[in-house]
């Protein structure tokens, strides 16, 4: 007897949007909080700098899901035509 296959079912979801149009935009300004707080310049404190970091790192994280979940889609539908995984 086969195994069963798994199935998953697709939601819908709405795509996930930021005030940038690259990563490199989100990057430099990235840098500029992080230099101002090495230079002690008070614009940003050391608390705000952690927050963006965490806020940044997890755009990365998201950003990176999405590429393996692209990766795994297109391995899956060159013998299916559904979507297996989507991120929401």
């Given at each position: 007897?086969?195994?069963?296959?798994?199935?998953?079912?697709?939601?819908?979801?709405?795509?996930?949007?930021?005030?940038?149009?690259?990563?490199?935009?989100?990057?430099?300004?990235?840098?500029?909080?992080?230099?101002?707080?090495v230079a002690k310049n008070g614009q940003y404190s050391t608390q705000e700098a952690s927050v963006v970091s965490k806020l940044y790192n997890s755009e990365l994280t998201r950003m990176k899901l999405q590429v393996e979940i692209h990766k795994i889609n297109n391995k899956s539908n060159k013998t299916s035509t559904t979507e297996v995984l989507s991120l929401t």
């Open positions: 007897m086969a195994p069963k296959r798994k199935t998953v079912k697709k939601t819908d979801h709405t795509n996930h949007t930021t005030a940038y149009n690259t990563v490199g935009e989100m990057a430099n300004d990235v840098r500029l909080v992080l230099k101002s707080v």
